[in-house]
């Protein structure tokens, strides 16, 4: 199964565990196969490199690199170009949602409420992890 993981959800997951982490773990079980782009790369690395999340990468014994090369190493990176989204509040989530479409993915796992009040892009259904995993894994629950 393709999906998509926002960027939340790759720091969530990484960082916290939880549903997140869930879905990660599918990821690195090869259950499931993630697709990010080289704009999404970017956008982690500066998340990842902001002094709020050093602590808690410091507490898990990594640090930013670590964590974008833990993503480089499970997820597909492609070039999905930007498409024009006309309703959308916040345009950043444009080039999320351009992966999903140019993965043909079968979902878009985010906690973007922007994102989740969208429901579906191009058929491909946007959903919060928990609701992700009730619905493709319920054996993990």
Known sequence: MNVVIDTNIWISGLLWGGPPGQVLQLVRQGQLTAYTSPAQLEELARTFSKPKLQPKLQQLGTDADSAIEAI???AQVIIAPLLPIDRLRDPDDAS???IAIAATAD?????????LTLAEISG??????QDFLTRHFPTLQ
Not at 107 to 115: N, P, R, T, W
Not at 124 to 129: D, E, N
């Open 72 to 74: 480089r190493e499970v």
């Open 96 to 98: 999320i949602l351009a």
């Open 107 to 115: 979902s878009l796992i985010s906690g973007d409420l922007d994102l």
């Open 124 to 129: 491909i259904p946007i959903l919060p992890p």
